[in-house]
C-alpha cells in the first residue's frame, strides 16, 4: 500500500471509529462529537456578545459564560437531531440557549432566555426590614 492510500484509511477509520451512538427509546442515534458540542458552546457565547450591545445580559455574566462551562443537556431524536439545551446559571440569572432540529447545522434554531434567580437559591438572606419577608 502507498503512504497516501493508508494515510486515507487511517483517517477513514479514525472518523467511522470515534462516533458515539445513544439509544433512544430502541432507537440508536449518532451522538454529538465533542467537538459539535463545543461548536454549540461557542455560538452561545459569541451570541451573549450580542445581546451585550442590546443590554439583554451583563458583561458580567458573559465573562461568567466566558469562564465556565454551561451544564449541557442533548434530547435526540435522530442522528444528531433533536433538541441541546445550554444554560449558565450566573450568582444573580440563569442564562439558558435552546437549539432545535438539526443540531449541526450552520446556523442552528435557537432561542435564548433569561430567569432571575430566587433571593433564597442565590443565599441572599431576605431584608426582614420589609414587611411580608
Not at 451570541?47 to 435526540?76: G, Q
Amino acid at each position: 500500500m502507498n503512504k497516501r492510500f493508508r494515510f486515507s484509511l487511517l483517517l477513514l477509520f479514525a472518523v467511522a471509529g470515534c462516533t458515539t451512538y445513544v439509544e433512544v427509546d430502541g432507537r440508536r442515534y449518532a451522538a454529538l462529537s465533542e467537538s459539535e458540542k463545543q461548536s454549540l458552546v461557542d455560538l452561545s457565547r459569541r451570541t451573549l456578545f450580542k445581546h451585550l450591545s442590546r443590554n439583554l445580559v451583563t458583561r458580567a455574566e458573559c465573562e461568567y459564560a466566558n469562564r465556565h462551562a454551561p451544564e449541557f443537556r442533548v434530547t435526540y431524536r435522530g442522528d444528531r437531531y433533536g433538541s441541546a439545551v445550554l444554560v449558565w446559571r450566573t450568582p444573580g440569572r440563569q442564562l439558558e440557549f435552546h437549539y432545535e432540529d438539526d443540531l449541526t447545522a450552520e446556523i442552528p434554531i435557537c432561542s435564548f432566555a433569561t430567569m432571575e434567580i430566587p433571593d433564597h437559591e442565590r443565599r441572599i438572606q431576605p431584608d426582614k426590614s420589609i414587611p411580608g419577608r
